[in-house]
């Protein structure tokens, strides 16, 4: 027995998308890898109090209620699953309380969502650095900030974001130094009437703005020659302002240049992606519906390209009732009727986007670093290495990888992948989009060799307990 509908991922598009196809009469499975639902941006969603909701916002508390209707849904819920293979037949093969099993489904939505772009720069391997990403979700998994002197470097919203949560927090800041170059205004320009067209959003970034200003910290423009001081931990940060050196002492350094796509599934399943040049990044082919080359397969959220969180629950939306309707369960009207409103709220939501992009584009030297900065930092491979294997011949990522073991450790070039392709692109001359990516191959994540041992074919649904959780 197979369910109608499988969706991995529990953020908001996966939260979304399982609740609108239990509500079409979808026999629905959701896998999501951590314990509770939310995904990134709602994560811990049904355990934060009320001081630490206050210190998040409203954009996170947004999310108490769609994870409530997703608890209260009729879906299956496999939370702590790791899924490490897809089959093109949708099978989902998944690591669930030490065992592997397997679930077949008539339709996917993978709803895996974003991930952080690397940040390889002089210093970026040092203890004491990470991802501002992960800063927040320290802070909301357990109201955790880290001590001592923070400086935070990069640009984008999330950027502004985590600055003001852990300003809320009780944080020490003492600089935030932006590294988005200065003729980045002037290519957003073009899209600034969109960007009017979206007041709240535009207002929302102001404010964060204002938040940092008011708070007295030091701001740093286009800066560039960066390099993060230390031997065994962090303890500076230097920098160009212009043609004037910096230095900042810190105990910790947040990284942030943007979030992209995370495409480890639909690289696996082969299906068609395009280069988005705009955000620096690959995107799976979808329609109107989410659907991918692959029939069956939908991806929903920012895992088909980022939008934010409203437009992930429209799309989760969007991806459930396309799956609805290529099963047979709504009619063309029946499911035009559904869309429409939703088309129509994604549209508003997308017309900010291009403006967001454009000014956030991350300089040169992070989507294609070069000398001896670290690409891959599971095999500590430098961008220099990679260069020299371009110089040599190959012929693209997968044969840099056979050359250097670039993209061969655990992360399995989640990290690495999209610098490896800007050095190749640069070195050649020619875009992204020709020079291609890593392909991906099972399991997607390091997981127990017993684990596939005692795998477990075919899940029947129903015949475990509605939620489970990993023990």
């Known amino acids: 027995m197979t369910h109608d509908l499988v969706v991995i991922g529990a953020g908001p598009a996966g939260m979304a998308a399982a609740i609108a196809g239990a509500e079409l009469g979808l026999n629905v499975a959701v896998l999501e890898e951590q314990r509770l639902p939310g995904g990134q941006i709602y994560r811990n969603i049904e355990k934060v109090g009320p001081e630490l909701s206050t210190i998040l916002g409203p954009d996170y508390v947004r999310g108490r209620d769609l994870a409530g209707a997703f608890v209260a849904s009729s879906c299956e819920k496999f939370l702590g699953a790791t899924v490490w293979d897809v089959a093109p037949d949708l099978t989902v093969t998944a690591l669930h309380r030490g065992r592997s099993l397997q679930i077949k489904s008539a339709q996917l939505i993978v709803a895996t ?50 600055a003001c949560q852990l300003l809320s927090a009780g944080a020490t800041i003492t600089g935030i130094v932006e590294t988005s170059p200065r003729g980045n205004v002037i290519g957003a320009v073009p899209f600034l009437p969109g960007a009017l067209l979206a007041p709240k959003m535009l207002l929302k970034g102001l404010g964060m703005m204002r938040c940092i200003r008011q708070a007295g910290i030091p701001w740093y423009s286009a800066a560039s020659d960066l390099l993060i001081e230390g031997t065994d931990r962090v303890n500076a940060v230097s920098f160009k302002e212009g043609s ?21 599934i639909s690289r696996l399943l082969r299906v068609d992606h395009d280069w988005n040049s705009r955000q620096q990044a690959w995107h799976p082919r979808r ?38 309707h290529a099963l047979g369960r709504l009619s063309a009207s029946q499911r035009d009727q559904r869309v429409y409103p939703l088309r129509r709220a994604l549209r508003a939501q997308h017309r900010i986007r291009p403006f967001l992009d454009m000014l956030y584009r991350p300089p040169g030297w992070i989507t294609a670093p070069a000398g001896e900065t670290i690409v891959c930092r599971c095999e500590e491979v430098t961008a220099g290495e990679i260069a020299q294997t371009t110089q040599l011949g190959s012929l693209g990522p997968n044969q840099t990888k056979f050359f250097s073991r670039c993209g061969m450790g655990p992360c399995q070039g989640r990290i690495c992948g999209l610098p490896v392709t800007g050095i190749m692109a640069r070195e050649l001359g020619r875009s992204p989009a020709d020079i291609g990516a890593y392909h991906i191959r099972a399991p997607l994540k390091p997981i127990p060799l017993a ?21």
């Open 113 to 162: 969502g974003a991930m952080e772009r690397a940040s390889p720069f002089p210093g970026w391997t040092l203890p004491g650095v990470l991802n501002a990403g992960a800063a927040q979700i320290a802070l909301k998994s357990g109201g955790s900030v880290p001590s001592g002197r923070i400086v935070l470097i990069g640009g984008g919203p999330l950027l502004l974001l985590v």
């Open 244 to 264: 004037r050196g910096r230095r900042l002492e810190a105990d910790t350094v947040l990284l942030h240049h943007g979030v992209v796509p995370n495409t480890q």
């Open 287 to 324: 329609d109107e519906s989410c659907q991918t080359s692959l029939s069956g397969l939908r991806v929903a959220g920012d895992g088909g390209g980022i939008a934010g969180a409203v437009a992930a629950e429209l799309e989760g939306r969007l991806a459930a009732i396309g799956a609805a």
């Open 451 to 471: 684990s596939m041992a005692l795998l477990e074919p075919f899940h029947t649904p129903h015949m475990q307990v509605t939620q489970q959780t990993a023990e």
